[in-house]
């Protein structure tokens, strides 16, 4: 499945950003998806994740009760809302297919867009 996240930007902390990833080549719905982001200097780390059937969603700890993953089967594309950013949300954000639901390591996704660079200024 080819991946391709867009939506990022700059924005001023508190404020908002909604990434959107759009999914092709294989059937969308047969796969659990996934945001990481990587900041300058440390490793790619997992962000949020959605089941196949949206039924079930898990969030990092930094992240939950600010940031929302959600998936339109339909249009093959999974969302991440952002809501209250922060300056540390600075990061490079990509989207990823996993073949396995509840997976925040990111070696369990088969398939990776390029990313997105999203920065929060304070």
């Known amino acids: 499945v080819q991946l391709q996240a867009s939506g990022g930007g700059l924005v001023q902390a508190g404020g908002s950003l909604r990434l959107s990833c759009a999914a092709s080549g294989r059937t969308f719905s047969n796969y659990a998806m996934g945001w990481f982001r990587q900041a300058p200097g440390k490793e790619r780390e997992f962000v949020a994740g959605?089941?196949?059937?949206?039924?079930?969603?898990f969030y990092a700890d930094s992240v939950k009760g600010r940031f929302t993953i959600s998936r339109d089967n339909a249009k093959n594309t999974v969302y991440l809302q952002m809501n209250s950013l922060k300056p540390e949300d600075t990061a490079v954000y990509y989207c990823?297919?996993?073949?396995?639901?509840?997976?925040?390591?990111?070696?369990?996704?088969?398939?990776w867009g390029l990313g997105t660079q999203v920065t929060v200024s304070s």
């Open positions: 990823a297919a996993s073949l396995s639901n509840y997976e925040r390591n990111r070696y369990a996704y088969n398939f």
């Open positions: 959605i089941n196949w059937l949206a039924g079930s969603t």
